[in-house]
Structure formats: structure tokens, C-alpha cells
């Protein structure tokens, strides 16, 4: 094939010994790092709180904080 037969280790993220989990959490974490800190915020309000049981209102509560989240971009 046209593929490269040897692995260059020099190359960033490539640990020929690394399984999908470990693989998954290094890309979020890559991924993380890329993010300013003043993006990641909690509402203090939310944190903490248990929201009710009813499946239909869960939905239009992310669907709600979705809308907001696309509103402020």
C-alpha cells in the first residue's frame, strides 16, 4: 500500500500503545486546552439543583438553554 510501514513516534498524539479510551481523552483534552477559560462557565444557579422527572420538560429545558447558547454566539 501506499501507507507508511513504520510508525514515527515523533509525531504528536501517535502511542502505538494507546487503546480507544486513552485515544479519546487525550483529543478532549487537546480539545480543552484550546478553549479560553472565560468560555467554560457553570450557571451557580443550575449546579446542584435536581431538575423534576417529566421527560418532556427535561427536553424543553435543553432545547430552551440550546436556543441561548446559540443566541449569545
Known amino acids: ?15 502505538p500503545f494507546q487503546d480507544g479510551k ?3 481523552e487525550a483529543e478532549v483534552r487537546a480539545l480543552m486546552d484550546k478553549l479560553s ?3 467554560i462557565a457553570l450557571d451557580p444557579d443550575v449546579v ?6 417529566d ?3 427535561r427536553l ?3 432545547r430552551d438553554l440550546q436556543e441561548e ?4 454566539e
Open 55 to 57: 421527560p418532556r420538560r
Open 1 to 15: 500500500g501506499s501507507g507508511e510501514p513504520n510508525l514515527d513516534t515523533t509525531e504528536y498524539n501517535t502511542d
Open 60 to 62: 424543553q429545558r435543553a
Open 69 to 72: 447558547a446559540n443566541r449569545r
Open 37 to 39: 477559560p472565560d468560555m
Open 22 to 24: 486513552a485515544r479519546r
Open 48 to 53: 446542584g439543583t435536581v431538575e423534576g422527572s
